[in-house]
Structures are given as C-alpha cells and as structure tokens.
C-alpha cells in the first residue's frame, strides 16, 4: 500500500481489533470496508476472507483477549529458530534439523510457562481446562 494510507489504515485496523464486544469490532470493519474499498481492494479483499478467524479471540474470556489478538509469541519463535540456526553451514540431515528446531521450542515453552505473556494468568479457569484438556498427556 502508498506510504500516504499506512498511518490511517492501521488506525483503522486497531480501532476494529481494539473494539470491545465483538459487534462493535464488526461495525467498525463495515466502516473500514467502504472507506478502503476504493483506493485498497487488495487489501479489503483480504481482510473480508479472513476476518471472522481475526476476529476468534472474542469467543474467550475478556481477560485473555491480550495474549490471543497478538502474534508476538510465534514472531519471537521464528526470530529464535533463525537465531539458531542461521550460523550453521551444514547440517547433518533432516530429522537433525528436526530436534534442533523441537529443542529450541521446549526451551521457549519453558520460558513461557515462567513468565507468562501480556496479562494471561494461570489460575484462570478457562485456561486450565484447556490447557489439561488439550496439552495433558493421558497415558
């Protein structure tokens, strides 16, 4: 997109992700929809495919909306995978490259679990029943 519209299109696209109940965040991109339509339909086109999944951290409580419309964590993963392994010359196979790359997301889950991100909280009881119903190892 022109330079000029960058400012006033992410003014827009936080006013709709920033919204507080989710009919609200729809409004406004209604309003985004016919003010950019005309200059960016790309971008409207693209945002009107995907914005009910952008729009998913509303389905959970509010307190956790912080830590789920932000994608801080998977771009601070990805800067630790290209950390690790953008000085090696060679490496020795796949299934290598593999564990580094597990090894280095266990790291990062451990970091996680101690310092929890935005204003996510443990004891929430939401996240424990997802976290005991989707991360917990049975057997």
Not at 23 to 39: N, Q, S, V
Not at 94 to 117: D, G, Q
Request: charged share 30%; with cysteine; net charge positive.
């Amino acid at each position: 997109m022109r330079k000029k519209f960058k400012k006033a299109v992410a003014d827009d696209l936080k006013s709709i992700f920033y919204a507080s109940p989710k009919k609200k965040a729809g409004e406004l991109f209604d309003k985004f929809t016919d003010r950019w339509k005309k200059d960016l339909p790309s971008a409207v086109k693209c945002l009107d495919t995907s914005i009910d999944a952008c729009l998913t951290f509303f389905n959970f409580p509010e307190e956790e909306w912080i830590s789920l419309r932000t994608t801080n964590i998977i771009e601070r993963l990805n800067k630790e995978f290209k950390r690790r392994t953008k000085p090696m010359e060679i490496v020795a196979g796949e299934r290598a490259c593999y564990t580094l790359l597990t090894f280095i997301c266990l790291k990062m889950e451990l970091h996680w679990r101690s310092n929890p991100v935005g204003k996510m909280h443990n004891n929430l009881p939401f996240f424990k029943e997802s976290a005991f119903d989707n991360f917990t190892q049975l057997t």
